[in-house]
């Protein structure tokens, strides 16, 4: 019934820029924490950043300074604007939601992932 749908993966180059957005496709109430996890070939999933409902956001030290994480309350929707990115950002990137599903219950819900990579 409720489903979270990312996209804005693609091939860029080093040193370019993406933009990654997350939304649900169906109804989902009272998100409280969002993010984004990253998982690459042979490694274990990362989390890359999160947003609470008010706006507090925490990185992964790798992404400081590049990645900048936000939220549009009213579309639920959540966006991972990536600058300057490195190879080592490739990887396929997932959204994650902590909110109160229309049955009645706290639930993380996740994306399918979009790849990304970043490649000369």
């Known amino acids: 019934q409720v489903q979270l749908v990312e996209s804005g993966g693609g091939l860029v180059q080093p040193g370019g820029s993406l933009r990654l957005s997350c939304a649900p496709s169906?109804?989902?109430?009272?998100?409280?924490?969002m993010g984004w996890y990253r998982q690459a070939p042979g490694k274990q999933r990362e989390l890359v950043a999160t947003i609470t409902s008010g706006g507090i956001t925490i990185y992964v030290d790798s992404v400081k300074g590049r990645f900048t994480i936000s939220r549009d309350n009213a579309k639920n929707t959540m966006y991972l604007q990536m600058n300057s990115l490195k190879p080592e950002d490739t990887a396929v990137y997932y959204c994650n939601a902590n909110a109160l599903a229309p049955w009645g219950r706290v639930t993380d819900f996740w994306g399918q992932g979009t790849q990304v990579t970043v490649s000369s």
């Open positions: 169906g109804n989902i109430f009272s998100i409280n924490t």
